[in-house]
T-cell receptor, first 114, second 112 residues
Framework: DAKTTQPTSMDCAEGRAANLPCNHSTISGNEYVYWYRQIHSQGPQYIIHGLKNNETNEMASLIITEDRKSSTLILPHATLRDTAVYYCIVRVAGSTDSWGKLQFGAGTQVVVTP | DAGVTQSPTHLIKTRGQQVTLRCSPKSGHDTVSWYQQALGQGPQFIFQYYEEEERQRGNFPDRFSGHQFPNYSSELNVNALLLGDSALYLC???????????FGNGTRLTVT
């Protein structure tokens, strides 16, 4: 699976949008971009994923560049409860024996301040 | 609908001992994966179980072994514990044919 590069940390004001960048310049055509977050003392939580089109759900939006070499996770209205480590992961879809394998990096520590 | 549950939540062991951690997958899921997360680092994949067999393994020594039961629950066993095995151990479940990976809140293992 391709590796990803994320900033180590970023701050965000409560109520403002948080834009989290991720570089995945070696991504292959059959690899998806996944985002998870991990709130302190909890397990990672799925946020969103996409292949090439932009995606939106109740938690966030995912913007993937046309060349697919980078993406941005957008939390539209950050709250204090969004303080967490955010992980950007790329993975191949459809591999039965390795579906449970995710390659986590160090992630981005996001701190939302009042 | 219960999510992924792990037990115990915390555990303290002495170097050289053996430990067993347990995981119940989310209802309807048939695949269980285990991860080790050292302090300040991202989770590292240990192995994945499906149909009671180890299907994929990460870069971990044979001291780490597992088992999956017919009801899809799973155990992680670590023998000859080292101080470096101190970590948060996470269990994740999914459907083998795709879908989101769901994580439990982990077992915090401390080796003294």
């Amino acid at each position: 699976d391709a590796k990803t590069t994320q900033p180590t940390s970023m701050d965000c004001a409560e109520g403002r949008a948080a834009n989290l960048p991720c570089n995945h310049s070696t991504i292959s055509g059959n690899e998806y971009v996944y985002w998870y977050r991990q709130i302190h003392s909890q397990g990672p939580q799925y946020i969103i994923h996409g292949l090439k089109n932009n995606e939106t759900n109740e938690m966030a939006s995912l913007i993937i560049t046309e060349d697919r070499k980078s993406s941005t996770l957008i939390l539209p209205h950050a709250t204090l409860r969004d303080t967490a480590v955010y992980y950007c992961i790329v993975r191949v879809a459809g591999s039965t024996d390795s579906w449970g394998k995710l390659q986590f990096g160090a992630g981005t520590q996001v701190v939302v301040t009042p | 609908d219960a999510g992924v549950t792990q037990s115990p939540t915390h555990l303290i062991k002495t170097r050289g001992q053996q430990v067993t951690l347990r995981c119940s997958p989310k209802s309807g899921h048939d695949t269980v994966s285990w991860y080790q997360q050292a302090l300040g680092q991202g989770p590292q994949f240990i192995f994945q179980y499906y149909e009671e067999e180890e299907r994929q393994r990460g870069n971990f020594p044979d001291r780490f072994s597992g088992h999956q039961f017919p009801n899809y629950s799973s155990e992680l066993n670590v023998n000859a514990l080292l101080l470096g095995d101190s970590a948060l151990y996470l269990c994740a479940s999914s459907l083998v044919h795709g879908g989101t990976l769901h994580f439990g809140n982990g077992t915090r293992l401390t080796v003294t």
